[in-house]
């Protein structure tokens, strides 16, 4: 029932703030060509929107973000974001749950406890990516309703970005997993596991701050040493690796080796985490 | 210690230590369970045979339910060596669809339905699919629950939910069955059915029953274990324990009323002592005056209760004795109590 309602709450949840986010963004679109001549939609404002990625992205990055329905953007950037928030609110009772009610006793004679970790893990990481699957194609379906984008378009893009959201919506899971099965408490197991969530995006904020105030010192001393429009070499923020969306911008782009360097170092932290986790609740006492 | 092996025998169902055996159905060897400073068994050994009815007894924090866990493999020893049939607990390969665990306060997944669960449980255990739903319905057949196949567990009352939990328990054909307070919170009539499933498990498996229920335990079990600040305090067959193979309790009642109608106590000299005494195999008769309880010891290889029942009997109505109950031995309640703080 907690996991009907659950899906129920986060596909209109889900579609209620993509369809406000999209709103908001015509909005402030519309607000800026004002004047222009231009009207948001057409195809002068197409050709306008290409080259302002492209000049960002780059031409292959930016073509690809271009041709994209703003709204099933806006829905890859909420679900990204309501991920950890979803999986915190499916995942915390999974063990901690029947810890308390003992009822993993039936299953911890019969089978392997590190199989019962991997099956709520994988269990919980399956309803997600099929309640953000559901929100995927009501946002397809109300942007080909509404004539924004043709249907091959939109499929193609939906789907994309509902498998970018898997690796990362995967290592949610396994914290979520591992926090639960620590607590015979589900109160405690969700506050603990909200807690984490937190502290994790605070390590990304601060992994950002780092990696600003290095790159600042690398202009500083290059404009210092005479070098004309220095251009910064890329630093790593491994505080901000450990907060799982941080692969999910990397898994966005089209090269095959960026993509790579993001969903590798993502599967292997998934598992990373469903290793410790199952080592851990096979030592556990039921 | 002394008790503990003056009770166990070689043809007990709780063999003594150091004779591990093809016999042994569990073991447990020198083991020690530590709750932080808290010791729940300490340093604790004993055998359990293959094919007994055993109970796990003793008061509250004696360190039976510790035990019983550590059976089944929900808590590890911190010292020694616990194994059944052979397996460690937790080797679930070789144990799988040989143990059969009713814990004693794990809910039903309230969400699922007994027949799914029954199902689910008999398809982990390694049973065919067909053959999964068979046990499964057969099985709730004999807690009489067919008709909840489809009930959710979580609309169970607390009895069928203890009913549906022995059958889960029971799935397949298991070799060792632990039952932890099997009848607690049952009605008096299916706490009698379920002891008398659990009298038929007699000679098909092991069953090792953890329970309060003294009297229970003495009707169910053909051998125990009493703990009691978590060490053993006595082992053995149940009969050994109760001493009811070697002891014939007669209470009698000794006040009487006078033709007046007033009351008085019959002498004790009235009792016909050396008449007991000479009943053949009869080592020792007293006569406990507070309980007015008149307790014969003989040696089993001379006699048979029975027939010092019926010896003792005819002595006592020769005399015009009133005879209010007899008894073989002291009941396993009494002998706890004496065992236990």
């Known amino acids: 029932m907690k996991g009907i309602l659950l899906t129920v ?66 829905m890859f950037q909420i679900t990204v974001w309501l991920t950890p928030l979803l999986v915190a609110l499916m995942s915390f009772d999974a063990i901690s749950a029947e810890m308390q009610h003992r009822s993993l006793r039936y299953w911890s004679v019969r089978c392997r406890k590190e199989s019962l970790f991997l099956g709520k893990a994988f269990g919980q990481w399956s309803v997600v990516a099929i309640v953000w699957l559901i929100l995927d194609l009501v946002v397809v379906i109300v942007t080909v309703a509404r004539g924004q984008a043709p249907l091959g378009t939109c499929l193609l893009y939906a789907v994309r970005l509902w498998l970018f959201t898997l690796p990362t919506a995967l290592v949610w899971s396994a914290w979520a997993t591992l926090v639960s099965s620590a607590f015979k408490s589900p109160p405690l197991a969700l506050f603990s596991i909200l807690g984490l969530f937190f502290v994790l995006f605070v390590l990304r904020s601060v992994g950002d701050i780092w990696a600003a105030f290095q790159v600042a010192q690398e202009v500083k001393d290059a404009i210092a040493k005479g070098v004309e429009n220095p251009v910064p070499t890329k630093h790593i923020r491994p505080l901000a690796y450990l907060y799982p969306n941080e692969y999910s911008d990397l898994m966005l782009s089209v090269r095959a080796g960026e993509f790579m360097k993001g969903l590798l170092p993502c599967l292997a932290y998934a598992a990373a985490l469903l290793g410790l986790g199952s080592w851990s609740f096979r030592r556990r006492e039921v | 210690m002394s008790e503990v092996e003056s009770v166990a025998d070689s043809a007990s169902p709780v063999a003594p230590k150091g004779k591990r055996t093809a016999e042994t159905a569990i073991l447990f060897e020198g083991v020690t369970k530590r709750f932080g400073q808290k010791v729940a068994v300490d340093k604790t050994s004993f055998r359990i045979k293959k094919g007994s009815v055993c109970g796990l007894i003793g008061p509250n924090g004696a360190g039976k339910t510790t035990s019983f866990s550590m059976m089944a493999g929900y808590l590890d020893p911190n010292e020694g060596m616990v194994q059944v049939l052979d397996y460690g607990p937790r080797q679930l390969d070789g144990l799988r669809g040989k143990l059969g665990v009713l814990p004693q306060d794990a809910l039903l997944p309230a969400s699922d339905r007994v027949g799914e669960f029954l199902l689910h449980m008999a398809l982990l255990q390694g049973l065919p699919a067909q053959k999964a739903e068979q046990s499964a319905r057969a099985r709730l057949a004999e807690v009489e629950g067919v008709d909840w196949w489809n009930t959710r567990c979580g609309a169970l009352s607390h009895g069928m939910a203890k009913r549906v939990a022995f059958a889960q328990a029971m799935l397949g054909e298991p070799e060792v069955v632990l039952l932890d307070e099997p009848t607690a919170g049952l009605d008096p009539r299916v706490a009698y059915e379920m002891r008398m499933l659990i009298k038929r498990l007699r000679g098909k498996c092991t069953v090792v029953i953890s329970s309060h229920n003294l009297q229970e335990l003495e009707q169910i079990c053909d051998a125990a274990i009493v703990l009691d600040h978590g060490s053993v305090v006595a082992q053995g067959r149940m009969s050994e324990l109760t001493a009811a193979s070697s002891e014939v309790r007669i209470t009698l009642k000794m006040s009487r009323r006078d033709q007046n109608g007033s009351v008085y106590r019959v002498p004790e000299g009235d009792l016909p002592m050396q008449a007991l005494r000479e009943i053949i195999g009869v080592t020792a008769v007293n006569f406990e005056a507070d309980g007015s309880e008149l307790v014969l010891n003989f040696d089993r290889k001379l006699a048979e209760a029975e027939v010092v029942i019926g010896c003792a009997l005819s002595a006592l109505l020769q005399r015009q004795m009133y005879i209010s109950a007899v008894s073989k031995g002291r009941g396993l309640e009494a002998r706890v109590m004496d065992l236990t703080d």
């Open chain 1, 9 to 74: 709450f986060a596909v209109l949840g889900g579609f209620g703030v993509t369809m406000l986010a999209y709103w908001l963004f015509t909005i402030f679109i519309a607000d800026k060509i004002a004047g222009t001549g231009v009207t948001y939609g057409s195809p002068e404002w197409q050709e306008l929107k290409r080259k302002g990625f492209e000049e960002v992205l780059g031409v292959e990055q930016g073509g690809f973000f271009a041709q994209m329905p703003e709204a099933l953007f806006a």
